[in-house]
């Protein structure tokens, strides 16, 4: 099967279009840019604390809002994800110095503020079996001699073999938390676990209620940190850029290094704007995206450049311009299968592989299509246009501008 | 190169069931990054300049000490920051005292002089070097005492790693990595705590005062320069605990300090007939005797035990002592437990701030994983259906290229014990996606030799020939953003940028070489005439 037979267009002669696509691509994005006031920082550069929890039940947002305010500070309270996982996440921006006892016992802040919101009819003697570590457990557990009253641990059993069968128990237990996304609704429904019988099971209702809510992850970043990292992003992203350049000059020449660097340039502006116009927020996996997308993009616009190379040994008489869109022509079905291939493996991370990705994913499917554009419509022409205006009278023999 | 096809099979059977090995079982040779497992990312900064100034202060005790045992008059050693100024000197002594700062400060600090007023002053400037020297002893140590305290808290498989620099080029950040930590707050407090321990003798006769007024009032307006005063958070006499600040006044030179312990573990105070949490210590040589000389000589007065700038007890010395004591003033095992393992893995030599934390519990990790799996299978199965529906038997050929080149990543990744993370995974699926690439390059090349009229082999050979090149060069660029990824990231990003690494690389021999053995046993053995492609 062929998707493209004897293509011959004259893409050369697409120069405006190409440049008001581009235009209006690059005005639409930024002009949200612009709007916002900017981009929108994660906590990974403005610093900050964003803690993400699971609950038991539907979030009331607002009652989170309030009751953190009072405890801990303003903080912005949304739902991300699927709906029915009823996940939440909490972000708080902004922290003064790295010493404030706020940034350092944060995370713990704002558990104590949810536990006194979302469990705070559970009785004071007994422990979240929600937050419970395996040693915890396994010691309480222990302490209640609940496998020697039923006569699983013999009397004379090692004191090992205690801390081992007790240990094993807890694992169980855990694990279990685990794989349900770590939240036991219900202590009774341990009971089809092996091992846990019921004896076992009031043991752990005496020391333990389920909690209504579970910690995913925190994540707190220093402003040092942060600022740090916005210099470090900046430089990564210009520098890969001008390892680029670097590179298509010496195997080609320095007005094909020109175009494909303005090629990956216009790209990663654009695809800047369109995250901002679409309400993604640059964080560090984001410039992961990008500079992977500096690499990848790239490769397209090498494929034309090597039919063009190809092709002004084969066929010295024609123009520059018949040689570029030949070129073009002669390669955009592979342009588009690499590309398209590559998409689909993004698009499916971007599909399925969860929130943290999101972002990551997201760069690198805008930014393949605009790459895979942005090979054909930037690259090639403004090279034509660099040669044409600034090429030195050698160049102007091997590339004959008629 | 490597013309018998036979040889070609062995080297690609070798390199497959190596990187099967060097992979299997993937339980064991794969080691999940924190943000799959679990665990609890920090990145600490260890306070330098604070340890500079305090040994700047230092030197400049001991400039005054030299000054008066040759009797050189002066009018001031004033020390500040990374400078000590020495004024007053007469002009008589200066040739001297040069001679002598240089001789005793020379290799820390650069001596200059100047005349002012009749006199001379000098001016020490601690170099660049000492100051680089200061500083990574400081890390360093504080990086090993970090490293002794993780292991006896007993995290499982920790890492530590210099991260980070000052003005000066050290590295004065930590990279704190920790699996599966059930209790970050816990760990944050262990790691934090300086745990500077002395004892002092409290002054027999200054009360414990709400404020430092108070206890100058006491003094007729100045502190004797022996003692200090310093925050009491401890019991008064088995009194129930006071909420206001309180201040006693001790002695400044200590007893002993943390460096005389061999060893402390938690116990139990029950000298009030209450069991109170306690921590107890046994003392070296030289501590039993500065410990045993001072408890004799001064039995019915006050010791305080000083953790951290905070008088935390002050016991009476009711008999002599020699190499063990007791600490008391906790509020709870769990916390003794704590402090013991900190004073058995000795102080901090400087403040640490933590400046970076990322905890991730393990429910979020497992989803993590099976999504990534989840999106990488969907994504495999459509590019393998592409591949054969638009390629036909050379997909598969395409395919079975794609399976090696993500077995030898595997196997390489293995090999290095690289760390598979969340983005990693990501990498693992792009390499898939780019993997195929290579392939389509060859094939639409090799398509198009034959619509120009080559023959099968003469078209597969000028295929392979001219998109070679085309594949090394897409795989450098994408190496050298790769590169910078790993320069940028830390943690979860480098793995990324690993996983992509290997993955090109693996590629090259995929595409190049694994995919031209199956068409050149088409070509040679099975004699095909015509090809499905």
């Not at chain 1, 607002?62 to 996440?89: I, P, W, Y």
Request: proline letters at 2%; hydrophobic letters at 45%; a neutral charge.
């Amino acid at each position: 099967m062929e998707l493209f037979k004897n293509v011959n267009v004259d893409w050369m002669s697409k120069k405006w279009l190409f440049l008001s696509a581009s235009l209006i691509l690059l005005v639409a994005g930024w002009a949200s840019v612009i709007q916002r006031g900017g981009f929108s920082y994660s906590i990974d550069f403005t610093g900050g604390t964003l803690v993400k929890i699971k609950l038991a039940q539907k979030p009331d947002l607002d009652g989170l809002r309030t009751a953190l305010r009072q405890s801990v500070g303003a903080a912005d309270v949304t739902r991300f994800d699927a709906e029915e996982k009823n996940l939440v996440q909490i972000r708080m921006k902004k922290i003064e110095t790295e010493e404030t006892a706020s940034f350092q016992n944060l995370g713990q802040n704002i558990y104590s503020a949810l536990h006194g919101i979302l469990d705070k009819d559970q009785p004071t003697g007994k422990q979240d079996l929600n937050r419970v570590g395996i040693d915890q457990l396994a010691a309480v557990l222990r302490a209640s001699r609940v496998l020697e009253n039923m006569g699983r641990l013999t009397a004379n059993a090692t004191i090992e073999e205690t801390q081992r069968v007790y240990r094993d128990l807890a694992v169980t237990i855990v694990d279990h938390r685990t794989e349900q996304g770590g939240l036991i609704a219900d202590i009774d429904r341990l009971g089809s676990l092996p091992g846990i019988s019921n004896p076992v099971l009031s043991v752990l209702r005496q020391n333990y209620y389920p909690g209504s809510f579970t910690v995913l992850s925190v994540d707190s970043v220093g402003p040092k940190i942060g600022k740090e990292l916005q210099d470090k992003a900046g430089k990564a992203v210009l520098f890969s850029l001008l390892g680029m350049l670097v590179y298509v000059a010496l195997r080609f020449k320095f007005a094909f290094g020109v175009g494909a660097v303005a090629a990956l340039f216009h790209d990663v502006i654009i695809a800047l704007g369109l995250m901002s116009l679409l309400g993604k927020e640059i964080s560090l996996i984001v410039v992961a995206g990008f500079l992977t997308l500096v690499g990848y993009s790239i490769n397209d616009t090498i494929v034309v450049f090597d039919r063009i190379r190809e092709n002004i040994k084969l066929n010295r008489a024609d123009t520059f311009l018949t040689i570029i869109n030949k070129s073009i022509n002669q390669t955009i079905s592979r342009t588009v299968i690499t590309s398209g291939l590559t998409f689909i493996s993004v698009f499916c991370l971007w599909l399925l592989g969860g929130e943290t990705l999101d972002g990551f994913s997201f760069v690198l499917v805008i930014g393949i299509i605009i790459g895979t554009y942005s090979s054909i419509a930037v690259a090639s022409p403004l090279t034509y246009y660099w040669l044409k205006l600034l090429g030195t009278k050698k160049e102007k023999k091997v590339y004959k501008f008629a | 190169m490597f013309k018998s096809l036979k040889v070609r099979y062995i080297i690609i059977l070798i390199v497959c069931a190596g990187s099967a090995y060097l992979f299997y079982p993937p339980k064991e040779k794969i080691n999940f990054g924190l943000d799959l497992k679990g665990g609890m990312h920090l990145v600490l900064e260890v306070k330098t300049d604070k340890v500079i100034r305090a040994e700047v202060q230092q030197y400049g005790e001991r400039i005054k000490r030299l000054l008066e045992e040759n009797k050189t008059a002066y009018t001031q050693v004033l020390a500040e920051d990374t400078k000590i100024t020495l004024s007053g000197v007469p002009e008589a002594q200066s040739e001297a005292t040069r001679k002598n700062l240089k001789d005793f400060f020379g290799h820390y600090f650069d001596v200059s002089s100047k005349y002012e007023g009749g006199a001379v002053s000098f001016t020490l400037d601690l170099t660049a070097a000492a100051v680089r020297d200061l500083e990574q002893t400081t890390v360093q140590s504080s990086r090993d005492t970090l490293e002794r305290r993780i292991d006896a808290y007993g995290v499982a498989e920790p890492t530590l790693q210099l991260f980070g620099s000052t003005e000066s080029g050290t590295s004065n950040q930590i990279i704190v990595e920790l699996p599966g930590v059930e209790n970050p707050e816990e760990v944050k407090t262990l790691l934090k705590e300086t745990a500077s321990l002395s004892l002092n003798l409290v002054h027999p006769t200054a009360p414990y005062a709400a404020s430092l007024d108070a206890i100058s009032q006491f003094f007729g307006g100045q502190i004797p320069a022996d003692h200090a005063a310093v925050l009491y958070t401890g019991d008064y006499s088995g009194e129930a605990r006071e909420q206001e600040k309180r201040y006693i006044v001790v002695q400044k030179a200590p007893v002993i300090t943390g460096k005389h312990l061999t060893n402390a573990r938690a116990s139990q105070d029950s000298s009030l007939g209450l069991s109170r949490p306690a921590v107890s210590f046994t003392l070296n040589s030289e501590g039993a005797r500065l410990f045993g000389d001072a408890t004799e000589a001064n039995q019915g007065r006050q010791l305080a035990i000083i953790l951290d700038d905070k008088a935390i007890s002050a016991p009476r010395i009711e008999a002599k002592i020699t190499d063990s004591g007791i600490i008391t003033g906790i509020d709870s095992a769990r916390e003794s437990q704590l402090l013991a393992l900190s004073l058995r893995s000795g102080a901090l030599p400087a403040d640490i701030v933590i400046l970076e934390e990322r905890t991730v519990g393990p429910s979020l990790g497992l989803e993590s994983i099976r999504q990534g799996v989840n999106a990488g299978l969907l994504g495999l199965a459509l590019i393998v259906l592409f591949m054969v529906f638009y390629y036909r038997l050379s997909g598969l050929n395409a395919i079975l290229c794609l399976i090696i080149n993500v077995v030898i990543l595997l196997g390489v990744m293995g090999y290095f014990r690289a760390t598979l993370t969340l983005p990693g995974i990501a990498g693992i699926i792009l390499t898939i996606g780019m993997a195929v690439d290579s392939n389509v390059l060859i094939f639409e090349r090799i398509r198009e030799e034959l619509r120009w009229g080559k023959t099968v082999a003469a078209a597969v050979d000028a295929g392979f020939a001219r998109a070679s090149w085309t594949i090394f060069d897409a795989n450098v660029t994408t190496l050298i953003s790769a590169a910078f990824l790993y320069q940028f990231g830390t943690g979860p990003i480098r793995g990324f940028a690993v996983t992509l690494t290997f993955g090109l690389l693996a590629n090259l021999f995929a595409a190049i070489f694994a995919s031209r053995t199956i068409f050149n046993t088409l070509l040679q053995q099975v004699q095909i005439k015509k090809l499905s492609i």
